[in-house]
């Protein structure tokens, strides 16, 4: 065996060696929720090592079978199902776009990581949050074009959703890149056999690009070409972006979400999870607490059984009127059918 053969089947040995590492990882950090902090992920920084050490050819499959792989494991549907599920064409072409990125810009940054120095750690940290923030903006973009209105006002609405979810995933690219990308590059470089990578012609990376331009056409089209007409589809369906209400009745549960706006009440909320869900809603307005009280959810009034409606926020009951208790997107607000608490 020549020393080419040798070469590429290490480079397929490695090549196969960082997908595991980006399956495993994505599915113990985010399926297993051990995580640090929200959207804390390895799949960036694999992108970004494979693209430097590898040939284009077979660099570009890590990001994209390492988040196959993960979505397998974790459940996530690919490829198939409503707006909500096309998202992941974006979340793929992003990844390969990092990794074309890189993979144009492989011999410069080889340059950098070859040798251990204190500036190469801020620079590290630096790729970590651009590739992080490219990425981020593309998806955000993609949520925009899948599931809401094509104006202004609702892309300015998804990305401030998302602000604080980009906000964690800034610090993952930078903690990721330093911690792992620094020490890895280096010690590759300090082999013999790694000393000098290869030059990358131009006809190797062409592939890449048709690859990346298909994927990203993908994104665009279909049913995706359909404009939506509600705008809170996505806000609604995340815990951190909405407010999760849970009406436990006698034998049946309620559960919705809800987008909270500023100074929005645990009562407005009802109002209008009951408008939009089709549960019956009954309430009382008493001018002289200047408040409106709860008589009946989906039909079930106080007084029956000796119970009565009673809500909590994140667990705990507030002393004062529903209609005066502000909540805002993240928090979990419960209404239990109940004997009064002595």
């Not at 660099?59 to 096309?86: C, H, K, T, Y």
């Not at 974006?90 to 950098?112: E, K, M, P, Q």
Request: aromatic fraction near 14%.
């Amino acid at each position: 065996m020549d020393m080419k053969q040798l070469s590429m089947r290490y480079q397929i040995l490695g090549i196969i060696g960082l997908i595991l590492i980006g399956i495993v990882g994505r599915y113990v950090l985010f399926g297993m929720g051990v995580q640090p902090f929200p959207n804390f992920e390895i799949i960036m920084v694999l992108t970004f090592i494979a693209a430097l050490l590898f040939r284009p050819s077979i660099a570009f499959f890590v990001p994209l079978f390492s988040m196959i792989g993960s979505d397998v494991l974790i459940g996530n549907p690919i490829f198939v199902g409503d707006q909500m599920n096309r998202i992941i064409l974006f979340t793929y072409s992003g990844f390969a776009l990092i990794a074309l990125i890189n993979i144009f810009n492989r011999d410069r940054l080889w340059n950098v990581f070859g040798k251990l120095r204190l500036r190469n750690v801020g620079i590290a940290a630096g790729l970590g949050v651009g590739f992080v923030l490219l990425y981020d903006v593309w998806t955000n973009i993609g949520w925009w074009y899948l599931l809401y209105p094509h104006n202004a006002s609702s892309l300015g609405a998804v990305f401030a959703a998302g602000a604080p979810f980009m906000l964690y995933h800034l610090i993952s690219g930078a903690v990721t890149f330093v911690a792992i990308a620094v020490p890895i590059l280096y010690y590759v470089s300090k082999k013999s056999s790694f000393s000098a990578p290869f030059t990358l012609k131009s006809i190797h990376k062409i592939p890449v690009v048709i690859a990346v331009i298909g994927l990203i056409a993908l994104s665009f089209s279909g049913t995706a070409m359909k404009v939506p007409t509600k705008s809170e589809v996505w806000l609604e369906k995340s815990n951190q972006t909405s407010v999760e209400i849970i009406i436990l009745g006698e034998g049946w549960t309620i559960t919705d979400n809800v987008v909270a706006y500023q100074s929005e009440s645990v009562f407005s909320l009802l109002q209008r999870s009951s408008t939009e869900t089709g549960y019956a809603l009954k309430s009382t307005y008493y001018a002289q607490f200047d408040s409106s009280l709860i008589d009946s959810i989906n039909n079930l009034a106080n007084g029956q059984n000796g119970k009565y409606w009673q809500y909590y926020v994140n667990g705990d009951i507030p002393m004062i009127g529903a209609d005066k208790c502000t909540v805002s997107n993240g928090d979990v607000v419960e209404w239990r059918f109940e004997t009064v608490p002595s």
